[in-house]
């Protein structure tokens, strides 16, 4: 079994930086994706950035440029750095690893409100 802690949301001015940390525990998996999804307000949840065992990374065209994932493989925490965060970027903002041979896991989802 693999549990996936956040941490780091929060309230944000327009223009500020936030980062998100996204920790897994457990034993006996391999994480091969890591992925941050957001859920705004009455909105589907949407893919925000992934970033692949092998290091490719992948953006949503609203976020390039403005938000970076990383990942620290010997702590398994995969990390999303925003700046110039806008009123738009407010939503609840999951983590998502894939891992092998376990399967999908998520975690409980952090709040940011971009707001002045």
């Known amino acids: 079994q693999v549990q996936l802690v956040e941490s780091g949301g929060g309230l944000v001015q327009p223009g500020g930086s936030l980062r998100l940390s996204c920790a897994a525990s457990g034993s006996g998996f391999r994480i091969v994706l890591m992925s941050w999804y957001r859920q705004a307000p009455g909105k589907e949840r949407e893919l925000v950035a992934q970033?692949?065992?092998?290091?490719?990374?992948n953006y949503a065209d609203s976020v390039k440029g403005r938000f970076t994932i990383s990942r620290d493989n010997g702590k398994n925490t995969v990390y999303l750095q925003m700046n110039s965060l806008r009123p738009e970027d407010t939503a609840v903002y999951y983590c998502?690893?894939?891992?092998?041979?376990?399967?999908?896991?998520w975690g409980q989802g952090t709040q940011i409100t971009v707001s002045s």
């Open positions: 970033l692949t065992s092998g290091g490719s990374t």
């Open positions: 998502k690893m894939t891992t092998l041979p376990s399967g999908s896991y």
